[in-house]
Each structure stands twice: as structure tokens, then as C-alpha cells.
């Protein structure tokens, strides 16, 4: 067993979370509350999935509701943080455009078997590394765009479209939301060992099976997080996804 849950284990995470957020007050970062909120909903989320998971993996509609509920879940999430007027649910699109084609491709060609103990994990894998690509490219690309308005207006004048003036300024800065999966492919095995290759080798699988696991995890999340990006860029170059009510350099 990896971690023995008793006290101490709850007391570690309880003096790893206020350190986290004292640091986060002492440095200004504006998150410190932000922090302690997302280690609570934290503990008390995998509680209840623990609770659930036996009798979700048991059944199909339920699995596949649970798989929906992380994907709704994913989505209010990616595009509250994106946005906070009434565009936010176009995430639904990047995150969805990603996720379920990797995820149907799997189950048809057998790789993933259509059961609960092995679709919900990785579901949840996609779904999440679709859900930070989404966050980080829509958030990068509005930054840019109202950072450098004039630099689309100028486009426009010259006789750009608007989604292509848009996308000059915005495909670099949003593009940049690959780098946090690139990187962790690029170093696995060497900086880190993820948890796929974790799980597997603590579930007796041999580190042969663990490392092809692995593999396959990192290069179906770079598939779909290349999918989200490039669907989120388009739907703040068409002006879909938004802040203020007003479409950006329109």
C-alpha cells in the first residue's frame, strides 16, 4: 500500500493545504481562498465517488451518466474560468470535439473494454487534460485579443475578416496551452513517473505493461488537447466565446 489513511494522513493534507494557501496570501497571488475551496471540494468529491464508483462500474447507463456528469462537470468548470458571461458553454464544443472521438475510437477497436473499471479512468484522464487545454487556450487567446485590440482592428482595415485578424493575434498565445502536455510527454520516465505507470505497477502489472499504459494515456491526451485548442482558438476568432458581452475587436 502506497499511503496508510489514519490521522496522520489527514492531518498532513491539512497542513499541506494552509500551507498552500498562506503562501498564496504572503505572495498576493489573490488565490488563497481559491485554494482552500479546491482542497475541501476535493475531499469531499472523492469521498462520494469512492462511495458510487462500485455500483456505477456495475452497470452501463449508469457509467455512461457518470461519464456525462464529469463531462457537464468539465464543462461549467472550463467555461466559468474562461468567461463569465453567457458564452461560457461553448467549452461544451472544445472539450467534447477532443474527448468523445478518442474515447469512441477506443471502445470500437477494443482497446479500452466498454466496462466501468477501465472507461471511467480514462474518460476521466481525457476529459480532464481536455478541460485544462480548453481553460488555457481560451483564457491565453482573450488575453491577447484584448491586449493587442489595436493590432486586430489594424487587420481589419487592411480587409482581414474578422476571424482571420482575430486569429493572427491569438493562435501563438493560445497555442502555448500545449505545452504542459507536450512537456510531460517529453520528460516522462525521467522527471516524472505519472499515474497510470504508478497505478498499474501498484496493481501488479508488469513495468513493461505499466510503461505501454502510459504511453498510450500521453498520446491520446496529446490527440485531444490538440483537438481542443484548435477548437477553442475558433470559437474566440468567430467571436463565440467572449467577455463583456462584446465579440473581440468587433
Known sequence: ???????????????LLALAAAVAALAHLGRAREIVTAGVRAALQLAAVSLVIGWVVRSLPLLFAFILLMYAVAVRTAGRRITRNGTWWWAALPIAAGVFP????????????????????????LIGGALTATV?????????????????????????????????VARGPAADALLPGLDQ????????????FVGMLLGGASPLLAGAVQLFVLVGLMAVQAVAVAAALELVARGRLHRDGVPPGG
Open 1 to 15: 500500500m502506497l499511503l496508510t489513511v489514519n490521522v496522520t494522513f489527514g492531518a498532513v493534507l491539512a497542513v
Open 102 to 125: 478518442v474515447v469512441g475510437a477506443l471502445v470500437l477497436t477494443g482497446l479500452v473494454p466498454l466496462k466501468g473499471i477501465a472507461l471511467v479512468p480514462v474518460a476521466g484522464i
Open 136 to 168: 488555457l487556450a481560451g483564457r491565453r487567446a482573450l488575453d491577447e485579443l484584448k491586449l493587442r485590440h489595436g493590432e486586430v482592428e489594424a487587420g481589419m482595415a487592411l480587409g482581414l475578416l474578422d476571424r482571420d485578424a482575430r486569429l493572427e
Open 185 to 196: 510527454t517529453r520528460t516522462v520516465g525521467l522527471v516524472t513517473l505519472p499515474g497510470a
